[in-house]
T-cell receptor, first 111, second 114 residues
C-alpha cells in the first residue's frame, strides 16, 4: 500500500460547482497534513495546512479524519482559476519528520 | 523577498552523460530539499539538507546521484551517468525550519534523457 494515495482524476466540474477530494495515508502515526496546489508545468505551492479541528480559507475547507486515516479538501463555488493538480502531503512523526507527497488529483473547472 | 532559484531550467542530454543542477534557496532558509517529479506523479524526495548536513537521503540512488550543499547555502545535484528513466523535473525547495513547515519551491529543471 502506498504511503499516501489520491485519486488522480481528472475531476471535470462546471463553474460554481462544489467538489471534494480525499487523500488516504497508511501511517497511523502521521502528525502533519497539508494540501499543495500545482499548476500545469509550475512548481507546487502551499494551499493550506490541515488541522485536527478542520480549517477553512474562503471557498476551501480541509478536514482530517484520523480514525479512517484520510484528509479531505472541499472547494465551493469552483472558479476556472481553480483548475490545477492538488497534492496531498503527509508528514510522519518523530524527531525528523519525513514528508511524503501524494500523486495529486487533477481538477478541471469547465465554463 | 527573492524566491528559490534554480538553473538551468531545461536540459537535454544523452544517456550515460552527466548533468548538474544548481539551487539557491531563500535567504536564511536552513532546510533544503531536492525532489524528482516524473510526469503524472507527485514529487519524490531525493535528499534533504539541514544547513550543510544531510538529514535524509534514503531515496537517493547513490550509485548515480550525488548532492552537496556547501556552506549551508547553495546546493548542487548531480547525475552521473544518466539513464532514460531519469527524465523528470527536478525541484528544489527550502523552508525556514526543518520538518513539515511550508516549503517554497523553485521553478524546477526539466531534464530529458535521450
Amino acid at each position: 500500500r502506498k504511503e499516501v494515495e489520491q485519486d488522480p482524476g481528472p475531476f471535470n466540474v462546471p463553474e460554481g460547482a462544489t467538489v471534494a477530494f480525499n487523500c488516504t495515508y497508511s501511517n497511523s502515526a502521521s502528525q502533519s497534513f497539508f494540501w499543495y496546489r500545482q499548476d500545469c508545468r509550475k512548481e507546487p505551492k502551499l494551499l493550506m495546512s490541515v488541522y485536527s479541528s478542520g480549517n477553512e480559507d474562503g471557498r476551501f475547507t480541509a478536514q482530517l479524519n484520523r480514525a479512517s486515516q484520510y484528509i479531505s479538501l472541499l472547494i465551493r463555488d469552483s472558479k476556472l482559476s481553480d483548475s490545477a493538480t492538488y497534492l496531498c502531503v503527509v508528514a510522519s512523526s518523530g524527531g525528523y519528520q519525513k514528508v511524503t507527497f501524494g500523486t495529486g488529483t487533477k481538477l478541471q473547472v469547465i465554463p | 523577498e527573492a524566491g528559490v532559484a534554480q538553473s538551468p531550467r531545461y536540459k537535454i542530454i544523452e544517456k550515460r552523460q552527466s548533468v548538474a543542477f544548481w539551487c539557491n534557496p531563500i535567504s536564511g532558509h536552513a532546510t533544503l530539499y531536492w525532489y524528482q517529479q516524473i510526469l503524472g506523479q507527485g514529487p519524490k524526495l531525493l535528499i534533504q539538507f539541514q544547513n550543510n548536513g544531510v538529514v535524509d537521503d534514503s531515496q537517493l540512488p547513490k550509485d548515480r546521484f550525488s548532492a552537496e550543499r556547501l556552506k549551508g547555502v547553495d546546493s548542487t545535484l548531480k547525475i552521473q551517468p544518466a539513464k532514460l528513466e531519469d527524465s523528470a523535473v527536478y525541484l528544489c525547495a527550502s523552508s525556514s525550519t526543518p520538518g513539515p513547515y511550508e516549503q517554497y519551491f523553485g521553478p524546477g529543471t526539466r531534464l530529458t534523457v535521450t
